[in-house]
């Protein structure tokens, strides 16, 4: 049932108007005024009038239909009520059929959607900034998806540079190849470290590893392989993650990916005459958007991480049309890609303007010393994170429920769950003050307690002896106010997935979870569920169905698993 479809009627004939564009304006107005408004004050240019006196003609010359229930004009608006039975019965048969496809919409049909996320570097620590990146772009992915576009996730890995002549450098000199097998990035990043120390006393340490670089560059067979190496090392290290968190890309197309595409992308960028020398180096002057150059070439010839995303960019657009490209990385990227987004746009390329969005992202404040634990050195990696998050909930379980079967799995969905719904509880640009105790608290506004709604709307199914969805349901008898109010918080949901969507924010889904979940546990606690009879019992567990139905729906659309039972 489309209530918005069936007020735009009422409202066209009434007034004239094109009943599409009422549909576009009508609103979803806060608690107690009403379940849908029209605003007029657009039309007081239309119609020479002041808002009020629009709604009230309109209002005074509107029909009846059995969808609404009343109306009543405030100020600019007419406020609807509608008729509460078929509200409910609108949207709770809705999700009894189409589950939680129910949420999606097909507003972005036939167009890609390129997202850029994760892509930590090669031989360098996965840490848990690289977490943020992950879990927020792999909910935009999932949400671009639910939206009817065509997601496709590049993990663009730092696997291209100088660092890794530096790399090969110190790999000859003091590595180890066991300990690099057997350690793997700590083992690399300390051959790093150990190369920068040791530059400090013997510069020419540095010309060697330009050296390799070059060699690399001209395709050197050893130190090609020697650098393969350090990414196989790596990534074995990266898939763990992913795997725990059950991430996938479509590509991993690094940096290194675009090596031989990048001299003739140089050389357009020069032919549109805004290349030019600053010390040596090769740069786009931006001084006129009040930005500092964009590096183009080193004075040694060498490309750069803009450079690489210029040619990048150019790649995707004409492998994969997208009608946006989404980067999603920490905010102190924020001039990185608005400079090189200016660039495409002087070399003439319109669409970098409005189709390359960059997502940026706070920090993760750590918060007070022993918060988080740092068992591999200074950095905080993303993989004890994971795994101390895991182990902090099997011991919670071993208190709370020690029967519980399967309790390795769902302590790991758990855990990482209350890692991740943590991570984008709030708009993504807000700082992130680690806590354990907020993010592994069961009451909270948090991971684990939609996680247990959930659990404890399979259970009342369960125990109903119910696999399916109940049909046939009578929604005359759902009067309750809390009972309305959870169908209320099921039928915004579409509308929210479209809100986080088109502002790139994850939390509008996490916090219309929190409502759900919220409101479903009133409603439980309000009525009756399993020991009502009849068709009382059967409209109620409609209910506990559709919310259990929207739960998973919600976490999936945030990465995270719905276990049935914790
Ligand atoms: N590797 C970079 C880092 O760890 C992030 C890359 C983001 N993507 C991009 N196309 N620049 O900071």
Partial sequence: MDFKYE??????????????????????????????????????????KAPPLIAAEIAEKLGTSEYVERFEVVGGYINFFVNKTSLTGGIIDDILKKGGDYVKTDIGKGKTVCIDYSSPNIAKPF?????????????????????????????????WGTQFGKLISAYKRWGNKEE???????????????FHTEAEIDPSLNDEARGYLVKMQEGDEEALSLWKWFVDISMKEFNRVYDMLD????????ESFYNEM????????????????????????????????CLILRSDGGTLYPTRDITAALYRKKTYDFAKCLYVTAIDQKLHFAQWFKVLELMGYDWAADELVHIPFGLVNLGAEGKLSTRSGHVVLMEDVLREAVEKTEKIIEEKNPDLENKKEIAAQVGIGAVIFDDMFNSRIKNIAFDWNKILNFEGETGPYVQYTHARACSIMRKAGLEGAPENVDYSLITDKSSLALVKALGDFPAKLIEAGEKYEPFIISR????????????????????????????????????????????????IKAPERM
């Fill in 512 to 559: 219309q979870l929190i409502e759900i979940c919220q409101s479903f546990n009133r409603f439980y606690r309000d009525n009756s569920i399993l020991g009502s009879e009849g068709e009382v019992r059967k409209a109620r567990l409609a209910l506990v169905y559709a919310a259990k139905t929207a739960i998973k729906e919600g976490l999936y659309l945030l990465g």
């Fill in 247 to 254: 991430i996938k890309f479509d590509a991993y197309t690094g």
């Fill in 7 to 48: 007020i735009a009627k009422l409202i066209a004939q009434s007034c004239g108007l094109d009943i599409e564009e009422i549909v576009d304006t009508i609103e979803i107005p806060k608690a107690d005024m009403g379940d849908y408004a029209f605003p007029c004050f657009r039309l007081a240019k239309v119609f020479r």
């Fill in 262 to 293: 990048m001299p003739a992308v140089v050389e357009e960028i020069k032919s549109k005459g805004i290349l030019k020398e600053s010390e040596g180096a090769q740069v786009v002057d931006l001084e006129e958007y009040k930005m500092p150059p």
């Fill in 180 to 194: 690099i097998e057997e350690k793997g990035i700590s083992e690399l990043t300390r051959l790093y470290v150990k």
């Fill in 127 to 159: 840490h848990i900034g690289h977490l943020r990146s992950t879990v927020i772009g792999n909910s935009l992915y999932r949400i671009y998806n639910a939206m009817g576009y065509k997601s496709f996730g590049i993990n663009h890995l730092g696997d």
